[in-house]
């Protein structure tokens, strides 16, 4: 398996656009989280799902934020409207379930927002 | 609350020894793991502690206290490559399975 892919893995865009974040998990994966991190705030997590579906939404930090998991090999983070205040790296990882924990993080998709 | 903490930075120098401690705080337990990211990389899984005690994988030894809510990351040999920060996480924080919160991060720097 080529681990997980995280697509773009560099977006600039200006405030007010619509971002759309791109992650497709390893197979076989029970879980799927979505990550931000910032300087500030470290790692937080935004949300995940089990088995494709949304578990924690908690930290999901506005209504502009929304997450999305069609399938067991897709998920999508949107921002709409995006904000100077969202530039951050978004990581995906996924992790099997069970008694293995062990999350597997792809690169990470780096976004600013002017 | 519920929370994670580490150290924010440990310097050190090669072929050293250095600890990174982590304490938290949360409703349910079940185990602590760790991650080493490099600058500008993902965050990759180290070792995980279920129970208290001591588990060692190479050149890293992991402890978990439960009763201290307690645990570290013990480095040997340290190596130039070793600098990068280094989380603790629950993974079924708060005592929901699986979901997985990170401390707050340790920047380790090795130097010559």
């Known amino acids: 398996d080529a681990g997980v892919i995280q697509s773009p893995r560099h977006e600039v865009t200006e405030m007010g656009q619509e971002v759309t974040l791109r992650c497709k998990p390893i197979s076989g994966h029970d879980y799927l989280f979505w990550y931000r991190q910032t300087m500030m705030r470290g790692l937080e997590l935004l949300i995940y799902?089990?088995?494709?579906?949304?578990?924690?939404d908690s930290g999901m930090p506005e209504d502009r934020f929304s997450a999305k998991m069609p399938n067991a090999s897709f998920s999508t983070l949107k921002i709409q409207p995006s904000e100077p205040r969202d530039s951050a790296v978004y990581f995906c990882?996924?992790?099997?379930?069970?008694?293995?924990?062990?999350?597997?993080f792809g690169q990470g998709t780096r976004l600013t927002v002017v | 609350g519920q929370s994670l903490e580490q150290p924010s930075e440990v310097t050190a120098v090669e072929g050293a020894i250095v600890q990174i401690n982590c304490t938290y705080q949360t409703s349910g337990f079940y185990g602590l793991s760790w991650y080493q990211q490099h600058d500008g990389g993902a965050p990759t899984f180290l070792s995980y502690n279920a129970l208290d005690g001591l588990e060692e994988t190479g050149r890293f030894s992991s402890f978990l206290s439960r009763s201290d809510s307690y645990g570290y990351l013990l480095l040997q040999e340290l190596q130039m490559k070793d600098s990068a920060s280094y989380f603790c996480a629950v993974p079924g924080y708060g005592g929901a399975t699986n979901k997985l919160i990170f401390g707050t991060g340790t920047l380790l720097a090795v130097q010559p």
């Open positions: 799902f089990n088995n494709n579906v949304p578990i924690d």
């Open positions: 990882a996924s992790s099997p379930g069970g008694s293995n924990t062990e999350a597997f």
